[in-house]
């Protein structure tokens, strides 16, 4: 039988440059293909990260195919087996028992922030759907799936599986049925508000959970009037109705002004009105006549999908703040967002405040916010905080 020694020297392992060394000890857990210098790891596989002196570094998940060919699970020199996977699992759901109250839709597994990377899990109600987003946890998605029935006895498992960045693992777009069953509508509560959920055809895996926190922080100050741009499903529309005495929830998307419908039906909820529209005529042909609110939320999808788009995505994210600052009555509340990664907080603000100057607006910042506690931001990751929030009063 080999020593242990020598089976240690059989395991896959791979080299990487001072470059990669110093990214690692900076506190990233990505390493770039380009910092790779040798390996010998196959598809997925967890390996040994070493420096070009030959010294431990951790252990990670190789990809073959990505850019981000090695993603750090731990510093520690440990076997990556099913035991690790279920203790970290548990880890995960123990925190999240912490931090979500009144919810029954909540992420369960926030990929690098739970040091497993690449993995999604999102639970609702009686359900998860999951993502397996690099070819390591492709490559373990049974033994995953097994782990979340034993820890969770769930009714069904899906796979959304139909994010682009697989691509880039060299892995096929999928959604599929991976356990029990799961029903083409889920019903869960966030922050107590019930929600019926597209768990195979909704955004991301079923519903924007990222924003839960914010909602129920909005709802606390609202008041009055209310106006809800880019509501999606409702989302915070009517967590602001028991606040206001009638909201306007305005949609792009006919098929989410539907869905914002059904779930106002499904809560009894009779002082909100749902229309099919462009957010930023509504505001122009609002500021253009005169009227006024108390509160406003803007909560677009991400202007800025990649580097090259920021200088577009600032003028969108400063015409929409503009109009909406006009449209404030005195006292009142915007609650604006971003969920571009590309604009930061810093230049988030810098964008709202130009807006205010042009806006002739003098406003304070009464909360500064991002995603939901469920979804962790790690320190040294930047990736992991992409949810700017601002919750801003007209003096």
Same mark, same amino acid.
């Given at each position: 039988?080999?020593?242990?020694?020598?089976?240690?020297?059989?395991?896959?392992?791979?080299?990487?440059?001072?470059?990669?060394?110093?990214?690692?000890?900076?506190?990233?857990?990505?390493?770039?293909?380009?910092?790779?210098?040798?390996?010998?790891?196959? +598809?997925?596989?967890?390996?040994?990260?070493?420096?070009?002196?030959?010294?431990f570094l951790g252990m990670a998940?190789?990809?073959?195919?990505?850019?981000?060919?090695?993603?750090?699970?731990?510093?520690?020199?440990?076997?990556?087996?099913?035991?690790?996977?279920?203790?970290?699992?548990?880890?995960?759901?123990?925190?999240?028992?912490?931090?979500?109250?009144?919810?029954?839709?909540?992420?369960?597994?926030?990929?690098?922030?739970?040091?497993?990377?690449?993995?999604?899990?999102?639970?609702?109600?009686?359900?998860?759907?999951?993502? +397996?987003?690099?070819?390591?946890?492709?490559?373990?998605?049974?033994?995953?799936?097994?782990?979340?029935?034993?820890?969770?006895?769930?009714? %069904?498992?899906?796979?959304?599986?139909?994010?682009?960045?697989?691509?880039?693992? %060299?892995?096929?777009? !999928?959604?599929?049925?991976?356990?029990?069953?799961?029903?083409? @509508?889920?019903?869960?509560?966030?922050?107590?508000?019930?929600?019926?959920?597209?768990?195979?055809?909704?955004?991301? +895996?079923?519903?924007?959970?990222?924003?839960? @926190?914010?909602?129920?922080?909005?709802?606390?100050?609202?008041?009055?009037?209310?106006?809800?741009c880019f509501t999606y499903n409702?989302?915070?529309?009517?967590?602001?109705?028991?606040?206001?005495?009638?909201?306007?929830?305005?949609?792009?998307?006919?098929?989410?002004?539907?869905?914002?419908?059904?779930?106002?039906?499904?809560? %009894?909820?009779?002082?909100?009105?749902?229309?099919?529209?462009?957010?930023?005529?509504?505001?122009?042909?609002y500021d253009d006549s005169g009227?006024?609110?108390? +509160?406003?939320?803007?909560?677009?999808?991400?202007?800025?999908?990649?580097?090259?788009?920021?200088?577009?995505?600032?003028? %969108?994210?400063? @015409?929409?703040?503009?109009?909406?600052?006009?449209?404030?009555?005195?006292?009142?509340?915007?609650?604006?967002?971003?969920?571009?990664?590309?604009?930061?907080?810093?230049?988030?603000?810098?964008?709202?405040?130009?807006?205010?100057?042009?806006?002739?607006?003098?406003?304070?910042?009464?909360?500064?916010?991002?995603?939901?506690?469920?979804?962790?931001?790690?320190?040294?990751?930047?990736?992991?905080?992409?949810? !700017?929030?601002?919750?801003?009063?007209?003096?």
């Amino acid at each position: 039988m080999s020593s242990p020694s020598v089976a240690r020297q059989a395991s896959p392992q791979a080299v990487i440059s001072t470059r990669g060394a110093e990214r690692l000890h900076a506190g990233h857990v990505w390493v770039y293909r380009s910092d790779v210098r040798s390996v010998t790891g196959g +598809t997925g596989d967890a390996v040994r990260v070493l420096d070009n002196r030959n010294r431990f570094l951790g252990m990670a998940f190789y990809s073959d195919r990505s850019q981000i060919a090695l993603r750090l699970l731990t510093r520690d020199d440990v076997t990556i087996d099913r035991p690790f996977l279920a203790g970290r699992i548990r880890s995960a759901a123990a925190f999240r028992s912490s931090v979500v109250q009144d919810s029954e839709a909540f992420r369960l597994i926030y990929s690098e922030a739970d040091q497993l990377p690449s993995l999604i899990v999102d639970r609702y109600a009686d359900y998860l759907v999951i993502q +397996t987003l690099s070819q390591a946890t492709e490559r373990r998605k049974s033994e995953i799936v097994e782990i979340l029935v034993e820890q969770f006895s769930p009714r %069904g498992i899906l796979e959304r599986n139909d994010p682009k960045v697989r691509l880039l693992e %060299g892995l096929d777009q !999928k959604v599929s049925l991976l356990y029990g069953e799961v029903p083409t @509508e889920v019903h869960a509560s966030m922050n107590g508000i019930r929600f019926c959920f597209d768990l195979f055809h909704g955004q991301k +895996t079923g519903g924007f959970l990222d924003q839960r @926190e914010n909602l129920r922080a909005a709802a606390a100050l609202a008041h009055g009037e209310a106006l809800d741009c880019f509501t999606y499903n409702g989302g915070f529309a009517l967590h602001l109705a028991k606040q206001c005495t009638q909201v306007e929830a305005l949609d792009l998307s006919p098929l989410a002004v539907e869905a914002g419908r059904r779930n106002q039906q499904l809560n %009894g909820i009779e002082n909100v009105t749902f229309r099919d529209a462009n957010a930023f005529d509504v505001l122009k042909a609002y500021d253009d006549s005169g009227r006024r609110f108390d +509160t406003i939320v803007l909560d677009p999808p991400a202007f800025a999908k990649n580097k090259a788009s920021v200088e577009a995505a600032r003028r %969108g994210y400063k @015409e929409i703040n503009l109009r909406a600052l006009k449209l404030l009555r005195p006292g009142g509340y915007l609650i604006t967002c971003s969920c571009s990664h590309h604009i930061p907080e810093y230049l988030f603000f810098d964008i709202v405040g130009e807006a205010a100057m042009d806006a002739r607006r003098s406003v304070a910042v009464v909360d500064r916010r991002t995603q939901a506690r469920d979804h962790p931001i790690l320190l040294t990751v930047p990736e992991t905080h992409y949810i !700017k929030c601002l919750i801003l009063r007209i003096l």
